[in-house]
């Protein structure tokens, strides 16, 4: 069964860097695209980024291209969102969902979470 755990979330004044971990227990992430999601009060889930899971391509979304940066490290099953210039609108809970290409089922893990704030 895969576990997935976040973590590196806190809070940050705008314009800080936050790097978040999703790390993987009980199967290797080798197989999983993995796509991390934010959900702010009273708004939706939505998706950030993706990596496939050769980490060969990614995507963004418009809100944060430029400033965030996913990266997986197989080696460790973990993956990473490395956030830089923060915006108070980034605040929210950050979840990563790991699914296998041609699968219905997929995973998530509990969220950290991210505050920007002066």
């Known amino acids: 069964q895969l576990q997935l755990v976040e973590s590196g979330g806190g809070l940050v004044q705008p314009g800080g860097s936050l790097r978040l971990s999703c790390a993987a227990s009980g199967v290797t992430l080798d197989y999983y695209a993995i796509g991390w999601f934010r959900q702010a009060p009273g708004k939706e889930r939505e998706g950030v980024s993706c990596i496939s899971s050769s980490g060969g391509s990614t995507n963004y979304a418009d809100s944060v291209k430029g400033r965030f940066t996913i990266s997986r490290d197989n080696a460790n099953n973990t993956v990473y969102l490395q956030m830089n210039s923060l915006k108070s609108e980034d605040t929210a809970v950050y979840y990563c969902?790991?699914?296998?290409?041609?699968?219905?089922?997929?995973?998530w893990g509990q969220g950290t979470q991210v505050t920007v704030s002066s």
């Open positions: 969902n790991a699914k296998r290409p041609f699968t219905t089922r997929d995973y």
